[in-house]
């Protein structure tokens, strides 16, 4: 069984996936899925998608216009393609030819996608590193503000050793009561 399925954005409204269908039609899908969400939303959080990978079975083909209507990301549509190869359906991208995950060129093809996304992982994480490390060598510290000021948390320490309630502090400090257990608790040097 050849299954289509079409997304269309919330955002453009003139969008009504119909040339989307048309071409799922041509490529041979009987039964067509079509989510009207945000292409930010990984496929993992699209209803239709979801219903029509609960459809399909082992030897069935999951037709789609483009990898872009699909998934959000490089490393989206590779756990989109193992999770439909692991349960044998097969994937074909109307506009992007190559990606036919039923033929051996396709699979090769594929499998290039996830060494490059593997790169890209890398690439990212060393980025990053490098980032946080120049950061630090000009003294910056990373991670949230503290939410109380050094005075701040020396008042709240005050006030509860003057006998003031834990509510009374929050109220005067405009905090929450993890924040004022926090300031209480002796500094870790």
Known sequence: MIYGYS???LQETRQSGRAQKAELRKAGAVTIFSDQISGSKSWKQRPELSRLLETAESGDVVVIYSLSRATRS???LLELVTLLEERGIGLRSITEGLLDSTSASGR???QILGSVS???IQWTRQ???SGLEAARALGHVGGRRPKLSA????????LRESGKTINSICEILSCSRPTVYK???PELV
């Open 7 to 9: 997304r269309t954005s």
């Open 74 to 76: 490089l490393s989206d």
């Open 108 to 110: 090769f093809f594929i």
């Open 118 to 120: 593997e790169l890209e």
């Open 127 to 129: 980025r990053v590193k």
């Open 151 to 158: 005075g701040q948390k020396e008042t709240a320490r005050t």
């Open 183 to 185: 300031a209480l608790q």
